[in-house]
């Protein structure tokens, strides 16, 4: 996959959409155990559990609105047709439902289930349980698509390919501190990219790239684009 422009995207983008962030104080894991909602393991132990987290970040992400960062990549893809790669962290559809057509989910999305007996894949329904049996296989092993801690991210392929071949690596709303995505800004620039970085605050990354502004993303993303 090639693109002259790579954008990371992470919670960071959404947040002003009124989705929670992850590390940021009162984030997602200042409420739960990461351990217990956000790896296989966890998964294991207590399905309902973490069909229950999931539930709700899925009715939360449905009722939430894209907003002016979103936007603005979505108009920038427009402009520049065939030019621009989103890659995100995130599972909600806000850069889909801005108008975004080309992006890649890395830790999977709240749109898809997955079985964890047989990996069949199917749309999710708005609500999931533990009991639910899969179409493919009828074993009660639902899951969603979520990349969890210690799974192999989707896509990887495609993205290192594009990260080589990338002449603008833009990375925006994300704390840099999970990998493999806080590597693609060396990534980027072991190939030559210019990088800038687009946060609220300077990353755990910053000083891997060679242009910072900080500032919420409603308001840098569109001015950078514009
Ligand atoms: C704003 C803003 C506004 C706020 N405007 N900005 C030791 C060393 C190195 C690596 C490892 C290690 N031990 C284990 C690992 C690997 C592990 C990892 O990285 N762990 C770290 C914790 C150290 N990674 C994995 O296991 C990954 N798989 C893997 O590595 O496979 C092997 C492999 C190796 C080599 C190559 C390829 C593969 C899988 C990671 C899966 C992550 N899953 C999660 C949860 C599932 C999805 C979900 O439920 O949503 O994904 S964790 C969580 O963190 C979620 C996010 O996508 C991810 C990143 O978070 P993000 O987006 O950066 O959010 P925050 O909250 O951290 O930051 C938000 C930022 O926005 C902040 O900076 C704010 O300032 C900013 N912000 N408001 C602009 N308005």
């Known amino acids: 996959m090639s693109a002259r422009i790579v954008i990371l995207t992470g919670a960071g983008i959404s947040a002003e959409s009124g989705l929670g962030t992850f590390r940021d104080e009162g984030g997602i894991w200042s409420q739960y155990d990461l351990a217990e909602v956000a790896t296989p393991e966890g998964f294991a132990a207590d399905p309902a559990l973490v069909h229950t987290f999931y539930n709700a970040r899925r009715k939360n992400a449905a009722e939430a609105i894209p907003n002016a960062a979103h936007a603005a990549l979505a108009r920038l893809e427009a402009e520049r047709p065939g030019e621009v790669l989103i890659v995100t962290q995130n599972i909600d559809d806000l850069h889909e439902r801005a108008g975004s057509r080309t992006v890649l989910h890395m830790h999977g999305t709240l749109r898809a289930a997955t079985c964890a007996a047989c990996g069949h894949g199917w749309d999710a329904p708005p609500v999931m349980h533990a009991e639910d049996a899969c179409p493919g296989c009828g074993a009660p092993a639902t899951r969603p698509d979520i990349v969890w801690f210690g799974e192999f991210p989707y896509h990887m392929d495609d993205i290192w390919e594009a990260l080589r071949g990338a002449e ?12 493999p995505a806080a590597a693609f800004v060396q990534d980027a620039a072991r190939a030559g990219a210019l990088t800038l970085e687009l946060n609220l605050e300077p990353s755990e990354t910053r000083s891997y790239f060679t242009e910072a502004r900080h500032g919420k993303a409603s308001e840098i993303v569109p001015a950078w684009v514009d």
């Open 168 to 179: 603008v690596f833009v990375s925006i709303g994300t704390s840099g501190s999970v990998y």
